[in-house]
Nanobody, 124 residues
C-alpha cells in the first residue's frame, strides 16, 4: 500500500508563487518516478511534471516549462513542485503520483498510486 499526501496549495495572485509538497509512504520511494498532474473543472487530468528516481532527469509540460520546477528529496520521501509566475489558467487541483515505469512519464496510465490532491487557485 502506498500513500501520497499533498500540501501547499492555496489562493495566490497572478504572478505569484507556491510550492507544493508530496510525502510518500509504503513503497520504496527512491526507486520510483514521481509526477505531478492537475485537473481543472470540466477538464481531463493533465500532466505537469515528472522526475526520475535519482532526480537527474525531469520532464515538463510545455505550458509550465520555465515557470515550474520539480525536485525530490529521497531522504524525506518527498517530491516538490515549485510554481512561479503563476497564471489564472494554472488554477486546478494538483495531484502527485508514483510510477513504477521508466518511460511514458506524461501518461496518466503510467502511474499507479495517487494523492488526494491540493487546490491551487490563481486570481487575476
Amino acid at each position: 500500500q502506498v500513500q501520497l499526501v499533498e500540501s501547499g496549495g492555496g489562493l495566490v495572485q497572478a504572478g505569484g508563487s507556491l510550492r507544493l509538497s508530496c510525502v510518500a509512504s509504503g513503497r520504496t520511494f527512491s526507486s520510483n518516478v514521481m509526477g505531478w498532474f492537475r485537473q481543472a473543472p470540466g477538464k481531463e487530468r493533465e500532466f505537469v511534471a515528472a522526475i526520475s528516481w535519482s532526480g537527474a532527469s525531469t520532464l515538463y509540460a510545455d505550458s509550465v516549462k520555465g515557470r515550474f520546477t520539480i525536485s525530490r528529496d529521497n531522504a524525506k520521501n518527498t517530491v516538490y513542485l515549485q510554481m512561479n509566475s503563476l497564471k489564472p489558467e494554472d488554477t486546478a487541483v494538483y495531484y502527485c503520483a508514483t510510477s513504477p515505469y521508466s518511460s511514458n512519464w506524461g501518461s496518466v496510465r503510467s502511474y499507479d498510486y495517487w494523492g488526494q490532491g491540493t487546490q491551487v487557485t490563481v486570481s487575476s
